[in-house]
């Protein structure tokens, strides 16, 4: 009974800041691209729903959440965890999210993993599980919530190694089948009835090669760039991305990523 109604009082909190304030929703926020998406948000005066899968409250996300008290709300999910998906939901139930971040995601492996020969088949579903089942799902499961707001966005994090086109060696089988794939379902996503109808923007968005622990494996051989930039860039393409139902998919700094 009191989880409800905290829920209610947060539902009345957010529904009465919306004159004032957009609602952002990030997964994986708890850590590099997704905890500076949520840092970046909050600080442009966004409220924040900052989701994590861990058992406790991250350290990053706490320390987030008492630089901007009254703008982060963190919240734990499991983007492969479809009942607890649908959970959040009905707890948020009425209040509106402007834009979902997509961010949520592994690599299942460097290359030395994903190797022809000796790839391992749960582990690329599991990939996939993450990467492209996960983000439909949520984007089914809180559609109305993006519905019923003033911005009506939902944007995927995706990888130019997502490019069929681009493909001129092997490499990463998992996580480029996913990328290619989650690309698909969102173009797909956006042709819907129920997206089109009520003028719900999907998009695509990539950091390029950045410096946080996903790409651990390659520091140091390789030029990275810095997660504020390379967000403070995805963000401006969020923000001038078009509104034809093309679905282009864009790196952080305007450049397009062929299909």
């Given at each position: 009974m009191n989880?409800?109604?905290g829920y209610a009082g947060l539902i009345f909190l957010v529904i009465g800041s919306m004159a004032e304030a957009a609602t952002v929703m990030v997964t994986g926020a708890n850590r590099g691209i997704g905890l500076e998406f949520a840092r970046q948000y909050a600080d442009k005066g966004w409220m924040v729903f900052a989701t994590h899968r861990r058992t406790n409250i991250p350290e990053s996300l706490a320390s987030l959440k008492a630089q901007y008290p009254d703008l982060v709300r963190i919240?734990?999910?499991d983007v492969k965890d479809h009942t607890g998906i649908d959970a959040?939901?009905?707890?948020l139930e009425g209040v509106p999210i402007d834009l979902i971040v997509h961010n949520a995601g592994i690599s299942g492996g460097g290359s030395a993993i994903q190797q022809f020969?000796?790839?391992d088949y749960s582990t690329f579903q599991g990939v996939m599980d993450i990467n492209v089942a996960g983000p439909l799902k949520?984007?089914?499961a809180f559609l109305d919530h993006?519905?019923?707001s003033e911005s009506k966005m939902i944007f995927t994090v995706t990888s130019s190694q997502g490019s069929i086109g681009s493909v001129n060696r092997p490499g990463l089988f998992y996580y480029r089948a996913s990328k290619s794939a989650v690309n698909m379902v969102m173009r797909n996503l956006a042709q819907h009835p129920k997206v089109t109808e009520n003028a719900i923007l999907i998009g695509l968005v990539a950091p390029g090669a950045t410096d946080t622990d996903?790409?651990?494996e390659v520091r140091g051989r390789m030029p990275l760039g810095d997660p504020k930039e390379r967000v403070a860039g995805m963000i401006r393409q969020i923000e001038n991305y078009p509104r034809d139902g093309s679905t282009p998919s864009f790196e952080w700094d305007g450049e397009e990523i062929p299909w």
């Open positions: 989880r409800l109604i919240e734990t999910l959040l939901a009905k707890n020969g000796k790839l949520i984007s089914e993006v519905a019923a996903f790409m651990a």
